[in-house]
């Protein structure tokens, strides 16, 4: 499938009704998201599971991160939409088992079924934007998308707080269902439009070619062991770091064979150079690891740090979470203002300026205990700082790879995504699981500290990407 050959934008009336699917799915993914984080307090405490507080956003992460492995292969085998529509189902049946779980266990299963759909759906929103929509209009593409996170996050906290102070917070969950089959049915009709069919484009089937040679699929099988070898490490991570403070000497031996594996696995499935921030698309995938990663291993704890050492209502926790995402939004909807031959990688630069700077400070908040309320400074720092970085990265890395490797550079660039986000979260459950007490406003601050230190690497990798 060749971009469009239209450059008005993505509302243009060739794109608008594929415009309009992206978005929907956006949107539903980004409510459950945001609603989720602003329960946990609850769900945490109602479960007995205090100390596995990350495991509910880290389970979830590391299906996720098998969802994008398999989903690159699956796009490159059969196109974006028989994955598209797995991911709706898994999203929904996984957040109905989040709603009816007795037990912590259950519930986490919930969040891996919800991990996984969602690792598939995120790899076909790119790749779709990457064959539907020519290099000119993404940038405007993805601030709409930026903009479909705005909604769920002004209403999805209140909204979450509400359900769970007047019902339960099983309703955050469970409302999530009808949307997701609202969303699957709107998918079968636009089918035709999100394959292409009907797109404004020249009279040829580049991109639309399914690989299935030999060498193309014994490549993709091999690509989906080293996937599932890479979350099962990522799981080991997990479970070895974060569900109790006084973990058992096996536990710990898992969490290092953990890190082992994904030392052996992650580079097969990332540029080379990766990890040594070699210049070009490596330092894309680089600062992309790290935006996510150090950005969530804060902003997971930000709730429960408002709601147990303020003792702030979630109402109040979730509306300051929603203060970052507006941050977000403003930083991704500036960029995409910019002209066409902006040297982006400039705004990797910012973005990781800003993201350090946020979090160093919701630091400092939190060690001074400053009114609660100040909290919201640094989040909308750290959320234009994620705006302009997380958004950037995803153009720049389209930018750098041809258009047959656009399945691939979608994949790669969700798994630097999500395996930072995994790690940091690693890192941030198992300093918290180690030194929670009733008293645990220095821990808070340390975490926000650590992961603030670490975005400011973003800034060096950011200088490397421009080739």
């Known amino acids: 499938m060749r971009a469009a050959t239209t450059s008005t934008g993505p509302l243009a009336p060739s794109l608008r009704t594929i415009t309009a699917a992206i978005l929907a799915m956006v949107t539903v993914v980004a409510f459950e998201s945001m609603a989720v984080s602003t329960a946990m307090p609850a769900v945490a405490a109602e479960l007995e599971a205090i100390r596995g507080y990350g495991l509910a956003f880290s389970a979830m992460l590391t299906a996720q991160l098998l969802g994008i492995v398999l989903a690159g292969v699956w796009t490159d085998r059969q196109g974006p939409m028989p994955g598209t529509f797995a991911g709706q189902l898994l999203v929904g049946g996984g957040s109905a088992l989040c709603g009816v779980a007795t037990n912590y266990p259950l519930f986490l299963a919930g969040r891996i079924v919800t991990g996984l759909g969602g690792g598939l759906l995120v790899v076909m929103l790119y790749v779709i934007a990457a064959r539907v929509y020519t290099e000119a209009v993404r940038p405007r593409l993805f601030a709409l998308i930026s903009a479909a996170w705005v909604l769920p996050s002004l209403t999805g906290p209140a909204v979450s707080a509400w359900l769970t102070d007047t019902f339960s917070w099983r309703w955050v969950f469970l409302v999530v269902v009808p949307p997701c089959v609202a969303t699957f049915a709107f998918f079968v009709a636009q089918r035709g439009r999100l394959e292409g069919r009907g797109v404004d484009r020249p009279e040829t089937t580049d991109g639309l070619e399914t690989t299935d040679t030999p060498e193309a699929s014994s490549s993709h099988l091999r690509t989906a062991w080293v996937g599932l070898a890479l979350a099962l490490a990522a799981g080991a991570v997990q479970y070895g770091t974060a569900t109790t403070g006084d973990r058992p000497t096996w536990q710990r031996a ?3 064979v953990g890190l082992v594996g994904i030392v052996l696995a992650a580079p097969r499935l990332l540029p080379v150079g990766t990890w040594r921030m070699a210049r070009g698309m490596p330092s894309v995938m680089l600062s992309r690891a790290l935006l996510a990663g150090t950005f969530y291993a804060g902003i997971s704890y930000v709730p429960l740090m408002l709601v147990t050492v303020h003792g702030r209502s979630l109402l ?7 203060v970052g995402s507006l941050g977000w939004f403003s930083g991704s909807w500036w960029q995409g203002r910019l002209r066409t031959d902006f040297p982006r ?9 800003l993201l350090a700077t946020g979090l160093l400070t919701l630091a400092a908040c939190t060690i001074t205990q400053a009114p609660w309320w100040l909290v919201a400074l640094p989040l909308a720092v750290a959320g234009v700082g994620m705006g302009l970085g997380i958004t950037t990265t995803a153009i720049l890395a389209l930018a750098l790879s041809r258009h ?4 691939e550079t979608s994949s790669s660039l969700q798994i630097a995504d999500v395996l930072g986000s995994v790690l940091g979260l690693a890192a941030a459950s198992a300093a918290f699981a180690a030194g929670h007490s009733s008293q645990d406003a220095p821990l808070f601050a ?21 080739t």
């Open 254 to 256: 898992l969490a290092v």
């Open 316 to 322: 109040t926790a979730g509306g300051l979470v929603a």
């Open 404 to 407: 047959e490797e656009h399945g």
């Open 345 to 353: 990688e400039r705004l990797i630069v910012a973005g990781g300026a």
């Open 446 to 466: 340390a975490i926000f500290a650590a992961a603030g230190a670490l975005a400011a690497v973003v800034v060096a990798a950011g200088q490397r990407i421009r």
